[in-house]
Structure formats: structure tokens, C-alpha cells
């Protein structure tokens, strides 16, 4: 009978993917590994000790949702050049920020153990492959916000195009969990993504422009899209 003695101590951190290059640290290559080698990058984030990659893919996803802003402001010009790109990388961010407590109470829930650091970590990811998705798609709802005359139309293409880039960074999430916590985390999925929906109509206008820069009436987010997303008025412009 083998000596328990004699046994090889358990890895502290998993092993490396086969097959894959050392991950670099720089901006660039961080991002580069989100794209290519996204599972790669989890597990860097999640057995690393420094908190340096969370914090270059947070810069990427509020660069990247400003960005986006900044495109969706052209549509109206004026006060939304600058309305916009705040509202749009704020209200992402603090959706973000006000959805992790839940989500790090559904992983503990489900026995995952991973730290604070290393699921904010996650969600700046997810954030972060959002952002750059939607930069992807840009050239795209530019020439239809160039070219339509419809509020409506161009608000729900903006939503239609936000919904597909965080459904794509939401797979992250998958990965890092795995396919035995899926319930908690569909869970969660839906929460954030009505929260982030919320934040849209709570931050108003974002698409179209407004005497304030914020709403004074309360409104939820499937009233406000029945009673202006369909609406086919000329394009507003700011003065």
C-alpha cells in the first residue's frame, strides 16, 4: 500500500492550457488574450496575485463604452457629444458595480472559491469584451444613425446591438464558472441585464435630446420603450 507520506502535494494553481503562449501583462496583450485566448485569461485572473490585468480591462471597458457613447451623441450633436458617452460608461459601469455583491453571494453560493479581487476581475472582463464588441459594431449603427431621421428606430438598433455584444461577454462568465453553476448564474444574468436596461431609462435621454440632462419623472424601462422606441419623430438636435 502506497505511503500517503509519499504523495506529490496538489498544484496550488491549475495548470497551464496546453498549447497556449505565455500571457503578457501590457495593455495590449491583455486585450489580445480577451479576443484570442479568453480562457487563458480567466484563469490568469483568477490565480493571479497582482491586480494589475482587472485594472487595464477596466480602462478598456470604460474607454470602449465612452467610445460607443460618443457615436450614439453624433446622432443629436450638441450637448449629447458629451451627455452621451458619460451616461452610456457610467451607467454601465455602476450596473456593474451595483450587480457584484449578488454575484459573489450566488458563486459562494455554489461553492466556487474564488476572491473578490479575482471576480471583479471576471467582470471587468465581461465588461471589457462587451465594450470592444460594441466598438465592432460601430461603423454599422453610425451609418444607420447617419442616414434615418428616426429616434426610435436608431434607439432600438443601439439596444439590439448592446443586447448582442453583452449576451457575447456574458459567455465569459460561463466559462469561468463552469456548466455545474449555471443556474445561479442565469440567475444573475438576468438581473444585471435588467438592472443595465433600468439604467438606460433612468439616465434618459440618451438617444434624442432633452431640456435636463436627467429625468425628473420615475419610469420603468419596458413603459418607456412602449411609448418612445416605436415613435417614428425627426431626428432631434441639440442646440
Known sequence: MTNPAHLPNPPSEPPPIPGAPPLGTSFGEILEALLKRP??????????????????????????????????????????????PLKVAGGMILSALICFPSLYIFMALTGMEISLRALAGVLFAMLALTG???????????????????????????????????????RLLTMTVGPRRMAHLVVWEIIFVMVALQMTTALRPIVGVAPDWLPKEKKFFMSYWADNLLKSEPKPRSE
Do not use: D, N
Open 132 to 170: 470592444l464588441l460594441l466598438l465592432g459594431f460601430a461603423p454599422i449603427a453610425w451609418v444607420f444613425s447617419q442616414s434615418t431621421e428616426s429616434a426610435g428606430f436608431v434607439g432600438a438598433l443601439y439596444l439590439a446591438i448592446w443586447g448582442t455584444a453583452t449576451a457575447l461577454g456574458l
Open 39 to 84: 480562457a487563458s485569461l480567466m484563469q490568469h485572473i483568477c490565480t493571479a496575485k497582482s491586480s494589475r490585468s482587472w485594472l487595464l480591462l477596466a480602462l478598456a471597458a470604460v474607454t470602449a463604452f465612452t467610445l460607443y457613447g460618443l457615436l450614439i451623441g453624433t446622432f443629436s450633436g450638441g450637448a449629447q457629444l458629451l451627455a452621451a
